[in-house]
């Protein structure tokens, strides 16, 4: 069973940094891109950033570039987001998803960042 | 980037239906489009990708169509488990990946 498992979000001061984990399972992990998809509260889902099973194309909404850093760790089967320079907008609900073809075919339940002095 | 945009925002629909809710793309996506559906406090799940390939277990009163700049999901007898908030997302651009605004599909 294909698992997904976020950690990390927390509240934190307009500024500061956070790293999010994402811990998978279930699959072969350095098969697949992985991706992080934010919803602020009582939105819609926007991308944030996304990663190739080798770390070798790596994007970023314009939104997040310059601030937020995508890795992963396949020995380790998880995925990261490094956030700094965190700002109000930042605040909503983190989920990480495995890439197919064309989709996200697997999410986690997300792990939610709450940017707030 | 190239931008998503859904409709309805809102529908409204009896048990047994048929409805379809458009996604239009800013420029060609080809066939790089996959359809979401998120119920409250849930993460999203993938119906259709490719435009119109059924992901495994979803049923087959979900379809998709469409290529280029036009999309439609379409649900041919609407059940009360459908009722939830749809989302587009285009695949062609990355990355720079785009979800439409969403669909709520509420109970009439």
């Known amino acids: 069973e294909v698992q997904l498992v976020e950690s990390g979000g927390g509240l934190v001061q307009p500024g500061r940094s956070l790293r999010l984990s994402c811990a998978a399972s279930?699959?072969?992990?350095?098969?697949?891109?992985m991706h992080w998809v934010r919803q602020a509260p009582g939105k819609g889902l926007e991308w944030v950033s996304g990663i190739s099973w080798n770390s070798g194309s790596i994007g970023y909404a314009d939104s997040v570039k310059g601030r937020f850093t995508i890795s992963r760790d396949n020995a380790k089967n998880s995925l990261y987001l490094q956030m700094n320079s965190l700002r109000a907008e930042d605040t909503a609900l983190y989920y990480c998803a495995k890439a197919k073809l064309s989709g996200f075919d697997y999410w986690g339940q997300g792990t939610l960042v709450t940017v707030s002095s | 980037d190239i931008q998503m945009t859904q409709s309805p925002s809102t529908l409204s629909a009896s048990v047994g239906d048929r409805v379809t809710i458009t996604c239009r793309a800013s420029?060609?996506?080809?066939?790089?489009l996959a359809w979401y559906q998120q119920k409250p406090g849930k993460a999203p799940k993938l119906l259709i990708y490719?435009?119109?390939s059924l992901e495994s277990g979803v049923p087959s009163r979900f379809s998709g169509s469409g290529s280029g700049t036009e999309f439609t999901l379409t649900i041919s007898s609407l059940q009360p488990d459908d009722f939830a908030t749809y989302y587009c997302q285009q695949y062609n651009s990355y990355p720079g990946i785009t979800f439409g605004q969403g669909t709520r599909l509420e109970i009439k």
């Open positions: 420029q060609s996506i080809s066939s790089w």
């Open positions: 490719k435009a119109s």
């Open positions: 279930g699959f072969t992990f350095d098969d697949y891109a």
